[in-house]
């Protein structure tokens, strides 16, 4: 059971040019939905996470946008850059019993063309 | 300030052995998370270490086991290793007092390979 659907699995972008990549969630108890970036061989880092309080978060070229009632949130990548080819995974985070469960979508894998 | 540390970088078993692998989370964090990924998917949660306690776990049989000492760096410990526990193993850190609700911070990852 596939409890994160990321989409799509794999992006190709236009140096400057906006990638976006959605997430849909089932569980209406996740409180905490953070995107990490993963470049190979390496492990993923945080980019940026948002709280369902908000509609809408931004730091830098990286905006996240949610949307509680249609239970789906997106990372929006601002005038992309080659260095900005990688993986992306959103996350949320399941607060029942295990404080610390971070359920992963699959990933993107964005390409950025100079 | 050090951030997550993991050893070795990679390791290579056979299947049946047994095999140990280490995190030293970043200064300042007390909770340490484990995660496997298998080649082309996103992390999946393993266990969560707070105060030298496990405070979580995932859908992984008892032969995956782990610890956290007083310093809160952490082990992660598999038995009777499979083909399928192949992947990268991953440790993250996080500011703790065992709430999901903070940040984890990611390792390397050690790349474990069953022959």
């Known amino acids: 059971q596939q409890q994160v659907k990321q989409s799509p699995q794999s992006l190709i972008v236009q140096k400057g040019g906006i990638s976006i990549i959605n997430c849909a969630y089932e569980?209406?108890?996740?409180?905490?939905f953070p995107w990490y970036q993963q470049f190979p061989g390496k492990g993923p880092a945080l980019l940026i996470a948002?709280?369902?309080?908000?509609s809408e978060k931004k730091e830098g070229r990286f905006t996240i946008s949610f949307n509680k009632s249609a239970k789906q949130f997106s990372l929006h990548i601002m005038d992309s850059q080659p260095g900005d080819s990688a993986t992306y995974f959103c996350?949320?985070?399941?607060?029942?019993?295990?404080?610390?469960?971070?359920?992963f979508g699959k990933g993107t894998k964005l390409s950025v063309k100079p | 300030e050090t951030g997550v540390t993991q050893s070795p970088t990679h390791l290579i078993k056979t299947r049946g052995q047994q095999v140990t692998l280490r995190c030293s989370s970043q200064?300042?964090?007390?909770?340490v998370s484990w995660y496997q990924q298998a080649l082309g998917q996103g992390p999946q949660f393993i266990f969560q270490?707070?105060?030298?306690?496990?405070?979580g776990r995932g859908n992984f049989p008892p032969r995956f086991s782990g610890l956290q000492f007083p310093n809160y760096s952490s082990e992660l410990n598999v038995n009777a290793l499979e083909l399928d526990d192949s992947a990268l193993y991953l440790c993250?850190?996080?500011?703790?007092?065992?709430?999901?609700?903070?940040?984890?911070?990611f390792g390397p990852g050690t790349r474990l390979t069953v022959l």
């Open positions: 270490y707070y105060r030298e306690e496990e405070n």
């Open positions: 200064s300042g964090h007390n909770t």
């Open positions: 996350a949320a985070l399941d607060y029942g019993g295990s404080q610390g469960n971070l359920i």
């Open positions: 948002i709280r369902p309080d908000v």
């Open positions: 993250a850190s996080s500011p703790g007092g065992g709430s999901g609700h903070n940040e984890q911070f």
């Open positions: 569980n209406t108890a996740f409180d905490y």
